[in-house]
């Protein structure tokens, strides 16, 4: 039986034309020796895989060789050559600093440096793994490197240059190895796979020079693990399932269904992988990559980023035409945050499960011709301007009507936070119903008039507080268009207690207000103030800042009086002390009662929770 030799030996590249995805280097040394330009240390750094240490015995066959081409091309005959290749040289030297790392390895070293060599011209001294040395080897070996004898070249090759003395460094001409591309690493798996007589699949070699990723050695060697599993017919299938490596279409097929807002069927599609046996780390991280592919895929200028079969690459630009980039930014945005929360998560599984539901989210119902319709909204833009310029006074004060009206709506406590546009625009509408005449404000009016159009999709969401914040801004005072609709009654102690408690029975939503408001009488003080009385600071500022707007317009709203003023005061009772059950509360009162923490919090820009 023929011996077999593993693909990674019977290739390794004998001379510098052989060597695959290095031309830059090769060219350098090549010229260098033409030029008889040779240092007496080169360190060449890189990671594991790229070549180093083939470069190395080619740079030091060809400066002995007896008889090299005009190009410096080795002969590959004369007695250096041959016994070199017959591993009998005693003009190169090759030593693991792994496994020869002490200081009496390197003396015995420094002692064969002064020998000259027998054949050629220099004694070449590889040195692999030079990190691995240990301190006292390098202080050793730095003498000899500082005053080397003429005859004498040193290549050092490490992965990790950062553990090199600086000494050392200063005195090795440094080449830095960079992976072999994808398209290198294809290319010469193609010429290896016709010399050894197997058929492969293009997009199978693709996924074997992605799984070397950068490696021409791994490469090789998963080559053959390939040939051993499939014999001389490979295929894409064969490929994936000898690696485990998942397959585009399980990634293709999910985005479809992502863009659909098909939860069911994403679902089931990640358990499916999960029974196959895939990591989830690497099923999420693997959806990155396809989401970044898919990005590339949308612009021309970045196609050469994509290192795909050809094959692939249709399918993938097809499926980027169906994404927007809103939907692709947002897309990455959360499978990152998953991959980096995954590891501290209690519950893996759910924690990818959610980021699967949210992504099912970002384009939920309609995704087909998003995009076009999101083009129209910008170019209509300008019109829409236009038009709300000449509409501008009557309007107006129509919208304020509706947008009071939904206000008060949307201010009773199933207020959600994914509340629609509209509310927002309620402080600048009124504000520019009082400037109106005075002056346009062109920004403003495009801003206010698309979301009046397109708001009723309630996709971009705002904060609650934003809300509350504007409709604060006119709880004080009555906006110009409250009148309306909500009248001037006078009010009624009777009828006050009656709304003051359907308005705790309204809050129900957040239980400790709702008691709070059961539990306190309001006071009429003046015609039209109310007086809720509140146990301490804290409470007093929470209602003020989360929901006094929206008290108060319940209160007008069911009193029927547009003046109503609701007056939120401390009155201190000892006997029933503020008990703090959220973290959060406790944080509010940490700060309130201490002025120095707030400060803190406010300059650094903390959240105390
Ligand atoms: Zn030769």
């Not at 990674?8 to 020796?33: M, V």
């Amino acid at each position: 039986m023929e011996r077999f030799i593993v693909s990674a030996r019977k290739y390794r590249p004998d001379s510098f034309e052989s060597l695959i995805g290095q031309g830059n280097i090769a060219t350098t040394l090549k010229n260098s020796i033409l030029r008889k330009q040779l240092a007496h240390a080169y360190l060449f750094c890189g990671p594991r895989g790229v070549g180093k240490t083939s470069t190395a015995r080619i740079f030091a066959k060809t400066i002995n060789c007896l008889n090299p081409g005009p190009g410096m091309e080795l002969c590959n005959k004369c007695e250096s050559c041959v016994s070199f290749t017959e591993g009998r040289s005693y003009s190169i030297h090759e030593l693991d600093a792994a496994s020869n790392n002490s200081v009496e390895d390197i003396r015995q070293l420094n002692e064969l440096v002064r020998i000259p060599p027998q054949i050629g011209k220099y004694s070449v001294y590889i040195i692999d793994e030079v990190h691995m040395l240990s301190s006292s080897a390098f202080n050793a070996f730095l003498k000899t490197l500082e005053e080397p004898p003429a005859h004498a070249i040193f290549i050092l090759a490490t992965t990790e240059k950062h553990k090199i003395l600086p000494t050392i460094l200063s005195r090795c001409q440094t080449y830095d190895f960079n992976r072999i591309s994808v398209e290198d690493i294809v290319k010469n798996l193609t010429d290896i796979s016709k010399k050894e007589g197997v058929t492969i699949d293009l997009e199978a070699l693709h996924i074997i020079a992605q799984k070397a990723d950068g490696a021409m050695r791994d490469a090789l060697t998963i080559f053959d693990q390939a040939v051993a599993f499939c014999g001389s017919q490979i295929t894409y299938e064969n490929v994936i399932s000898t690696l485990n490596v998942l397959d585009y279409d399980y990634y293709i097929r999910l985005t479809e269904h992502f863009l659909a807002g098909n939860h069911k069927d994403v679902l089931l599609i990640f358990d499916e992988i999960l029974s196959k046996g895939f990591n989830a780390l690497h099923f999420i991280g693997g959806l990155s990559s396809h989401f970044r592919d898919l990005l590339i895929c949308k612009d021309n200028s970045t196609m050469p980023l994509l290192d795909l079969a050809p094959s692939i690459i249709r399918r993938y630009k097809e499926q980027a035409e169906h994404c927007t980039l809103h939907f692709l930014y947002d897309a990455l945005n959360l499978t990152s945050t998953c991959e980096a929360g995954y590891k501290s998560s209690g519950h893996p599984r759910l924690h990818i499960e959610i980021a699967l539901l949210r992504l099912c989210k970002i384009n939920a119902p309609a995704w087909v011709g998003e995009e076009s319709k999101q083009e129209k909204k910008e170019t209509s833009q300008v019109e829409q301007k236009k038009e709300s310029k000449e509409k501008e006074k009557e309007p107006v004060a129509e919208e304020v009507k509706q947008i009071k009206a939904q206000v008060a709506e949307e201010a009773k406590p199933q207020a959600n936070e994914q509340a629609p546009e509209e509310i927002n625009i309620k402080g600048t509408v009124e504000e520019e119903a009082k400037t109106e005449e005075k002056e346009e404000k062109p920004e403003k009016r495009a801003d206010v008039k698309p979301a009046k159009i397109n708001g009723n999709g309630g996709f971009n969401s705002i904060s609650i507080k934003d809300l509350l914040n504007s409709a604060g801004k006119n709880s004080g005072k009555t906006g110009p268009g409250s009148e309306n609709r909500i009248g001037t009654d006078k009010i009624d102690a009777d009828k006050l207690n009656e709304v003051w408690a359907k308005m705790a029975q309204s809050e129900s939503a957040m239980p400790r207000l709702s008691t709070t408001i059961s539990q306190t009488a309001p006071v009429l003080s003046g015609e039209n103030q109310i007086l809720f009385k509140v146990k301490n600071e804290l409470q007093k500022n929470w209602i003020a800042q989360h929901c006094k707007a929206r008290l108060v317009e319940f209160l007008r709203v069911n009193l029927n009086n547009k003046d109503i003023s609701l007056e939120i005061e401390v009155t201190p009772d000892e006997e029933v002390e503020e008990k703090l059950y959220m973290p959060q509360q406790k944080a509010d009162f940490l700060k309130a009662n201490n002025p120095e923490v707030k400060n803190i919090v406010d300059d650094l820009n903390l959240e105390l929770k």
